[in-house]
């Protein structure tokens, strides 16, 4: 840029004098200054100024800093006036509303500004004690009948992250047209210092009453098992090990570096177990100690990975689709139920593994595919028991939680393990049966990063003229899904970064145990010339 334009000037200066945080202005100040006196800073000036965080069905998502692109007091305070005004617009007036959030830089002042204003706006507010998991936040909104909740946290986003996630009564997220509705209203709301705000006194979590809930979800009376764990500097770690005591799991080593919350995840390069690296030192503390299960949560616990010994002892992460794949076969051999259902209902979206469907049927059990996110797996259907997403995000007890939960997906996998354990088998032996039940699924995900037109005109380009021996439909207006025999790409755009995202999917099916390591073989090949197949079509020129 080449210098500070009236404009910019006048727009920056107008927004510090309407915010009402003292350390966020002076930051602005200071930069506003910077700028005016010819310095550099200009260019981050007008990135600050140039709009307001988008309201998706996540909430809110950005950067601590000063100015409207960024997590501060101000937004909140908007976001949170737009959201209660929405509230009572839907007929919510003067319910409760639940505020909890992490550990993340800023989470303490935009907790509380979140429940100043929504108490102000006349709900009764129950603002969670310190730091607590998402799943304890949403399963709050159902446990204590609340109109709302917000968490506020960005999960595993980069350190200088932070966010604003939203629950409804039913405890689970927002879907359309919902969340534009509130981007409106947050749009029409006034400067956040003209914007009432409330006392409001934070109360006991509802951490034990999710703990005695946790505490139902294993299946088995098996025990007996040696798990590591890591909370990846996050808030989970003292949690899960609560419930897995709880439900009998005593034996729990936790990584030391990575077991107190800390909002810079100092040991890690990226704070997300699916990360290369993120995992090496729960891995390494497994084998250190002779674990029989490894489990590494994301920053705010609503993820969970797993990591087990193969059979020459070597540990490997398992896959989100070999993990969910695992859980659902758990619940639905040991009898998952939801509710009153006796017909139980197992979800996960178009772009993970076929593989549930095919095990849902052998149990006689009911299955859904949606679209991607936990918002539409929830949705999936009445009795839903089990839903799943590849990107470790799993949901075992959805009476409870409407939403993933890694720490009651970690009480679950304990649970399995220890069932296996008990039996003499191990997790790649029942791996091994479910191949050899319903074929061998290698799944794998490709992205490239394009423009948004480049990538529009992809996506159209396979739409309108697919490749030869390819189906294809579209279960979205944005989601195109290619077929041939034993394969499956699934194509969709980013949701949050100017990417084009495909999911590829082979199955290949064994003649019987002796025949799995060929089939394998075999998977792995034609996966491998179908990611350069898929490859060369996304890359393509029009």
Same mark, same amino acid.
């Not at 936040?137 to 917000?150: E, I």
């Not at 890591?230 to 034996?251: I, K, Q, Y």
């Given at each position: 840029?080449?210098?500070?334009?009236?404009?910019?000037?006048?727009?920056?200066?107008?927004?510090?004098?309407?915010?009402?945080?003292?350390?966020?202005?002076?930051?602005?100040?200071?930069?506003?200054?910077?700028?005016?006196?010819?310095?550099?800073?200009?260019?981050?000036?007008?990135?600050?100024?140039?709009?307001?965080?988008?309201?998706?069905?996540?909430?809110?998502?950005?950067?601590?800093?000063?100015?409207?692109?960024?997590?501060?007091?101000?937004?909140?305070?908007?976001?949170? @006036?737009?959201?209660?005004?929405?509230?009572?617009?839907?007929?919510?007036?003067?319910?409760? @509303?639940?505020?909890?959030?992490?550990?993340?830089?800023?989470?303490?002042?935009?907790?509380?500004?979140?429940?100043?204003?929504?108490?102000?706006?006349?709900?009764?507010?129950?603002?969670?004690?310190?730091?607590?998991?998402?799943?304890?936040?949403?399963?709050?909104?159902?446990?204590?009948?609340?109109?709302?909740?917000?968490?506020?946290?960005?999960?595993?986003?980069?350190?200088?992250?932070?966010?604003?996630?939203?629950?409804?009564?039913?405890?689970?997220?927002?879907?359309?047209?919902?969340?534009?509705?509130?981007?409106?209203?947050?749009?029409?709301?006034?400067?956040?210092?003209?914007?009432?705000?409330?006392?409001?006194?934070?109360?006991?979590?509802?951490?034990?009453?999710?703990?005695?809930?946790?505490?139902?979800?294993?299946?088995?009376?098996?025990?007996?098992?040696?798990?590591?764990?890591?909370?990846?500097?996050?808030?989970?770690?003292?949690?899960?090990?609560?419930?897995?005591?709880?439900?009998?799991?005593?034996?729990?080593?936790?990584?030391?570096?990575?077991?107190?919350?800390?909002?810079?995840?100092?040991?890690?390069?990226?704070?997300?177990?699916?990360?290369?690296?993120?995992?090496?030192?729960?891995?390494?503390?497994?084998?250190?100690?002779?674990?029989?299960?490894?489990?590494?949560?994301?920053?705010?616990?609503?993820?969970?990975?797993?990591?087990?010994?193969?059979?020459?002892?070597?540990?490997?992460?398992?896959?989100?689709?070999?993990?969910?794949?695992?859980?659902?076969?758990?619940?639905?051999?040991?009898?998952?139920?939801?509710?009153?259902?006796?017909?139980?209902?197992?979800?996960?979206?178009?772009?993970?593994?076929?593989?549930?469907?095919?095990?849902?049927?052998?149990?006689?059990?009911?299955?859904?595919?949606?679209?991607?996110?936990?918002?539409?797996?929830?949705?999936?259907?009445?009795?839903?028991?089990?839903?799943?997403?590849?990107?470790?995000?799993?949901?075992?007890?959805?009476?409870?939680?409407?939403?993933?939960?890694?720490?009651?997906?970690?009480?679950?996998?304990?649970?399995?393990?220890?069932?296996?354990?008990?039996?003499?088998?191990?997790?790649?032996?029942?791996?091994?049966?479910?191949?050899?039940?319903?074929?061998?699924?290698?799944?794998?995900?490709?992205?490239?990063?394009?423009?948004?037109?480049?990538?529009? /005109?992809?996506?159209?380009?396979?739409?309108?003229?697919?490749?030869?021996?390819?189906?294809?439909?579209?279960? /979205?207006?944005?989601?195109?899904?290619?077929?041939?025999?034993?394969?499956?790409?699934?194509?969709?755009?980013?949701?949050?970064?100017?990417?084009?995202?495909?999911?590829?999917?082979?199955?290949?099916?064994?003649?019987?145990?002796?025949?799995?390591?060929?089939?394998?073989?075999?998977?792995?090949?034609?996966?491998?010339?179908?990611?350069?197949?898929?490859?060369?079509?996304?890359?393509?020129?029009?």
């Amino acid at each position: 840029m080449a210098g500070l334009t009236p404009s910019l000037r006048d727009t920056a200066m107008r927004w510090i004098a309407d915010d009402p945080d003292p350390s966020t202005r002076d930051e602005l100040q200071r930069l506003l200054a910077t700028a005016m006196a010819g310095g550099p800073g200009v260019d981050e000036l007008a990135d600050r100024m140039s709009g307001p965080l988008r309201f998706g069905t996540a909430g809110l998502r950005g950067p601590v800093r000063a100015g409207p692109s960024g997590m501060n007091v101000a937004v909140v305070r908007r976001a949170t @006036a737009g959201l209660a005004h929405w509230l009572v617009a839907s007929g919510r007036r003067g319910g409760t @509303a639940v505020v909890g959030r992490d550990a993340r830089f800023g989470s303490p002042e935009f907790a509380a500004a979140t429940a100043g204003v929504l108490a102000a706006a006349g709900f009764d507010v129950r603002l969670l004690d310190g730091a607590v998991p998402t799943p304890v936040l949403a399963f709050a909104v159902r446990h204590l009948g609340a109109v709302a909740g917000v968490q506020i946290t960005a999960s595993h986003n980069p350190p200088a992250d932070n966010g604003y996630k939203v629950y409804l009564d039913d405890g689970a997220q927002l879907v359309p047209p919902a969340d534009a509705e509130i981007e409106a209203a947050i749009a029409a709301m006034p400067a956040a210092v003209s914007i009432p705000v409330a006392p409001v006194a934070a109360v006991e979590p509802v951490t034990e009453s999710y703990l005695d809930r946790v505490a139902r979800v294993p299946r088995t009376g098996s025990r007996g098992l040696r798990i590591a764990l890591t909370p990846l500097h996050g808030v989970g770690g003292e949690t899960c090990v609560h419930a897995l005591s709880r439900a009998g799991f005593d034996d729990v080593r936790v990584v030391a570096s990575q077991a107190a919350p800390d909002p810079s995840f100092p040991t890690v390069a990226f704070p997300n177990p699916e990360e290369p690296g993120a995992t090496d030192a729960v891995l390494a503390l497994a084998a250190d100690t002779g674990a029989d299960l490894a489990v590494a949560l994301d920053p705010d616990a609503d993820r969970c990975a797993l990591g087990v010994p193969d059979r020459s002892g070597t540990w490997r992460m398992l896959s989100g689709d070999e993990t969910g794949v695992l859980l659902a076969d758990h619940l639905l051999r040991h009898g998952a139920v939801s509710g009153d259902v006796g017909d139980p209902l197992v979800a996960t979206t178009v772009v993970s593994s076929s593989m549930l469907g095919a095990v849902a049927s052998a149990y006689g059990a009911r299955y859904a595919q949606t679209l991607t996110g936990f918002k539409w797996i929830v949705r999936g259907g009445p009795g839903l028991a089990y839903g799943y997403e590849e990107a470790l995000g799993y949901c075992v007890d959805p009476d409870a939680v409407r939403d993933k939960d890694g720490i009651a997906a970690c009480v679950l996998a304990a649970d399995l393990a220890a069932s296996l354990r008990t039996a003499g088998s191990t997790v790649d032996d029942r791996l091994d049966e479910l191949a050899v039940a319903h074929g061998v699924h290698r799944t794998e995900g490709l992205s490239s990063r394009m423009e948004p037109s480049v990538r529009d /005109a992809a996506v159209a380009r396979l739409r309108d003229a697919p490749p030869p021996g390819w189906d294809v439909d579209r279960p /979205a207006p944005d989601v195109l899904c290619l077929r041939r025999e034993g394969a499956r790409v699934v194509v969709r755009p980013s949701g949050t970064e100017p990417k084009l995202k495909a999911y590829l999917e082979v199955v290949e099916q064994p003649s019987g145990v002796d025949d799995l390591a060929t089939a394998r073989e075999r998977a792995d090949e034609v996966l491998a010339a179908l990611r350069a197949e898929i490859d060369d079509l996304l890359q393509d020129e029009p």
